[in-house]
């Protein structure tokens, strides 16, 4: 059983920046595919970054990629998402999750979530 633990959120104008951060409980970390999604009031969950267990690989939505870095350290069981530029639009509350593979369907793990600001 992972456990996920979301840090980094808060309150910032538009145009600023913010750094969330993961902690797994698991020491197998480095073998699990990480993702960040958020989700806003009224609207569905949707799908933000992710990264492959080695960090060689990203993956990011349209509306974040450019603007948004998904990064992982493996030796401290985290996984990072900087959001620069920020947009009201990005107000929502941010989750992260791990599979054991980028082929698996669904998401076995999720944090709680840390909530996420941006104020106009």
């Known amino acids: 059983q992972v456990q996920l633990v979301e840090s980094g959120g808060g309150l910032v104008q538009a145009g600023g920046s913010l750094r969330l951060s993961c902690a797994a409980s698991e020491r197998t970390f480095s073998r699990y595919f990480m993702g960040w999604f958020r989700q806003a009031p009224e609207k569905d969950r949707e799908f933000v970054a992710a990264?492959?267990?080695?960090?060689?690989?990203?993956y990011y939505a349209d509306s974040t990629k450019g603007r948004f870095t998904i990064s992982r350290d493996n030796a401290k069981n985290t996984v990072y998402l900087q959001m620069n530029s920020l947009k009201p639009e990005d107000t929502a509350v941010y989750y992260c999750a791990a599979k054991n593979s980028r082929q698996a369907t669904e998401y076995d793990y999720w944090g709680q979530g840390t909530q996420v600001t941006v104020s106009s």
């Open positions: 990264i492959s267990w080695s960090g060689l690989s990203t």
